[in-house]
């Protein structure tokens, strides 16, 4: 069996099992299904997420990192408090916009550096050939995905899996340094650290500490709604 | 004074200082003017080669690996017998578009794993920023040569050069792994294995081994002429 990664999205072109990853910080919101959120609703943008909230759910989402006005959340994995039992529509931009791209495969799942293991187990289970979809940032691709498929594909590759394609060798190769100077390095986790949200990318940088994995269950509208 | 690393090459945007990195196997033809030949001329291909040449010159290139017709080497960096006093024509794709996107800079170099260090160093001299231009292999970013720029940008580092860009990041994390599995994982190495020229590689990975950097010295019609 054998995985890609693409550094950035190639909408329609996945069949097998993709595993999305825009680690800073959407797909590392697995951690709201972790803390006891029923389902996680992932939405293009702030008005698309008000618009798909059903009552009694929670809304998540940043603007220059903050919550927008209304909104409970603010994409912070930091903060997952208050959401047991609760779907939580988040709203995010490149990470929604990979989840959709990824349509068209039979399996979609999210992946982070904090369900790599787990990511890559319940990959093997569906025995479909895999595709990392790296989210990238604003259409560029970005080292921090990059990175995270690495570790990903590390994991997959010591469960049989062959690398296939030069950027999965790239991805392997970064992946030999260690989670949070890469992070750090990316521009990702600089505009966090620019508006005091810098805990986060240390979040984001913790690897293999849970064993929750979001699987794409199907949609809400334009929303696409996760399950643990 | 800072770096930069672009994947693939940028026309037109290049002002101080660009190396151009093409490693397998164009810009590691440094080992032209190393062996005594006295210019080296990049030619877009084989028919731009044959009309660049003049009398007494050598014709270097290669389809599918190996020399055309009427070419006296094969631009496998092992084959540099009978350079001695003479300019070498050589037709190379990929090197030849980085090394034309990179006209406009002031300077403009041939980087390779063999120079790294002589190449970070002539760049310093010039005391402009540094552009690492990766040629890339048909339009695509290719892993032998972002490796590369990280070797040289580790270098430029050393000299006090500050990354500048997320792929400067990446290529200098990268670079913390050896270069012979690296370069051996690209397409164009795997190009170069399918041809019984696999030795091409492990010479093109030789880190640091001498300190001839070719420097951009003018045109000749649509070839670029480089000196030692």
Do not use: W
């Not at 997959?156 to 992070?183: C, D, Q, T």
């Amino acid at each position: 069996m054998r995985f890609r990664v693409d550094p950035l999205p190639l909408p329609g072109t996945y069949r097998g099992t993709a595993i999305v990853v825009d680690v800073i910080r959407a797909t590392t919101a697995a951690l709201y299904l972790k803390a006891g959120a029923t389902a996680l609703v992932l939405a293009r943008g702030a008005e698309a997420a008000r618009a798909l909230r059903q009552d009694g759910e929670l809304l998540a989402g940043e603007v220059g990192g903050l919550p927008p006005e209304g909104f409970d959340l603010g994409n912070s994995p930091r903060e997952v408090n208050g959401v047991v039992g609760k779907a939580v529509v988040m709203a995010t931009t490149n990470g929604t916009r990979a989840a959709h791209a990824a349509l068209g495969a039979r399996h979609i799942l999210l992946g982070s550096l904090q369900n790599a293991q787990a990511v890559a187990e319940k990959a093997r289970e569906t025995g479909e050939e895999v595709h990392l979809v790296c989210a990238g940032k604003e259409g560029q691709m970005a080292l921090d995905d990059l990175y995270t498929a690495g570790v990903i594909g590390k994991r997959l590759k010591a469960l049989g899996f062959s690398p296939e394609g030069e950027m999965a060798h790239l991805a392997l190769f970064l992946a030999e340094n260690p989670s949070f100077p890469v992070l750090s390095s990316s521009e990702a986790a600089k505009a966090l650290v620019g508006v005091g949200l810098g805990e986060d990318v240390a979040e984001c940088a913790r690897v293999d500490v849970h064993g929750v994995v979001p699987r794409f269950l199907g949609m809400r509208g334009e929303g696409m709604v996760f399950g643990g």
